[in-house]
């Protein structure tokens, strides 16, 4: 399970455009030094480290978790966290909400947003998080928040960690770096990222703006779904996960440490980058995937099958089968099954589905409502489906074999219904008369009229 990783030696420096160095395997013991000899050998805890390295521990399970969900990862850094440390305040309640929170008054019904606006004021990736939807209970370690981001700045000399959630980044406008405490991430829209509960990064943009969706999981860690008797191989392969080599960076400089613990943001002063972890091992760590990696299987003759056998990452509850989170994605691939209403069908379902576009269109919907960097919610046991073209298309269509090509499109889904936000219903942005498209669908009922079953 270990894999050894060539190290860049030396540091990370702001901006520096360095190569961010990459280890492959989803939830792989993983070990990695940024200087040679950095790592203690055979041991997690030496009387004293190597360089005069501090070890630490962070645990993302409980220490008797099972192996199959144990996660933990020792670091070897100049400070240890409690050096990081001062007197926090609380912050501003800003855009970032986290559940339960008051649902915005809007009557039942499915809901669709355009993009949110980009502002043209500076504005950081943690400053520019919009909470749209949150369900289940932040202190209770379970639900999520979704959230949209807006950026048009780095963070500088700023650093973040998330005590209540791991956080799932889908970007959909603009590159970003991730300058965590296990090493550098960059992503690109078509990419995503995952940083654990309690991992320290900052945020750069690589253009001048970006956008995207987060998903802010409070439940079980994200891990990849069964495979079942599709064996093997297909979906997301484990190898196509990231994570990155080591990389520090030892500077002492004044600086923020913000932490979201409790649902609330926390900032003090810092005197150094907390981003000085000179070599780690472990198994909980960030990592990126290439969504474009995905190896969809579906139905080869007729029918659509469930969305689930589109599922990327699943975050499970108690209740087998019954996710706190599924992620699920709609992307590139063929539609070849005969006599068959190809879309989605109408649906009413008890998960609750969030609804994310980063590129193309979706094949439920015309082109056009739901456009890249908006959102729908289809919220639990709420009727949605085909919009009237999309419902005559399909039906009249000729069923060749036809791609879908050059569309990502996104679900979080969750057990818990989602309260829409008092921001998100109130911004602006949300498409009033979106709830009435099932009322343009015709009646074609005609009792003197069989189709061939
Ligand atoms: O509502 C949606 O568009 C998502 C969805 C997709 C699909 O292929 C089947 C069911 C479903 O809910
Ligand atoms: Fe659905």
């Not at 969900?69 to 007197?87: C, D, F, K, M, Q």
């Not at 700045?153 to 799932?168: C, H, I, K, P, V």
């Not at 056009?368 to 289809?378: D, N």
């Amino acid at each position: 399970m270990t894999a050894q990783a060539p190290s860049p030696l030396g540091q990370i420096a702001s901006g520096s455009g360095i190569t961010a160095g990459y280890m492959s395997g989803f939830g792989n013991g993983f070990e990695t030094e940024a200087l040679p000899g950095a790592l203690p050998v055979g041991r997690n805890s030496p009387q004293k480290c190597p360089y005069g390295l501090y070890a630490e521990q962070i645990s993302g399970s409980p220490f008797t978790a099972p192996r199959t969900t144990n996660e933990r990862s020792w670091l070897y850094r100049i400070r240890p966290t409690v050096a990081h440390w001062g007197r926090f305040t609380r912050m501003a309640p800003g855009l970032w909400c986290s559940a339960p929170h008051p649902a915005a008054d809007l009557p039942i019904g499915p809901l669709r947003w355009d993009p949110q606006e980009i502002p043209s004021e500076p504005t950081s990736f943690i400053e520019g998080i919009r909470t749209i939807t949150t369900c289940g209970d932040v202190s209770a370690q379970s639900g999520m928040a979704a959230h949209v981001y807006v950026a048009t700045r780095s963070m500088q000399d700023q650093y973040f960690y998330n005590a209540d959630a791991e956080m799932l980044i889908v970007p959909e406008q603009g590159r970003l770096r991730f300058r965590t405490e296990f090493g550098v991430i960059a992503i690109e829209p078509g990419e995503i990222v995952v940083i654990p509960r309690g991992i320290k990064f900052t945020v750069e943009l690589v253009e001048g703006s970006a956008r995207g969706y987060i998903c802010e999981n409070y439940g079980g860690a994200l891990t990849l779904p069964e495979r079942g008797p599709i064996g093997a191989n297909c979906l997301a392969n484990p190898r196509d996960f990231l994570t990155p080599v080591a990389a520090y960076e030892d500077r002492d400089a004044a600086g923020t440490m913000m932490v979201k613990w409790g649902g609330h943001l926390w900032a003090c002063d810092l005197a150094h980058s907390p981003l000085d972890v000179v070599a780690w091992h472990g198994n909980y760590a960030p990592y990126k995937y290439d969504l474009r990696r995905y190896a969809p299987v579906g139905p080869i003759l007729f029918d659509h099958a469930d969305p689930s056998i589109f599922t990327v990452l699943t975050s499970p509850s108690e209740t087998p089968g019954t996710a706190n989170i599924d992620f699920v994605l709609f992307s590139d691939r063929w539609l070849v099954a005969e006599n068959t209403f190809r879309p989605p069908w109408y649906h009413i379902n008890v998960m609750s589905e969030f609804m994310g576009l980063v590129y193309g269109v979706y094949d439920a919907k015309t082109e056009g409502g739901f456009v890249p960097g908006g959102i729908s919610l289809h919220n639990s046991m709420l009727p949605h489906g085909p919009d009237v073209d999309a419902f005559e298309k399909a039906s009249n269509s000729e069923l060749k074999p036809h791609k879908l090509e050059n569309t990502l499109a996104f679900m979080f889904e969750s057990r818990f219904p989602q309260a829409v936000t008092p921001y998100a219903a109130e911004n602006g942005t949300l498409q009033r008369d979106y709830g009435h498209y099932g009322a343009k669908l015709a009646k074609h009922f005609d009792p003197g009229r069989r189709e061939p079953r």
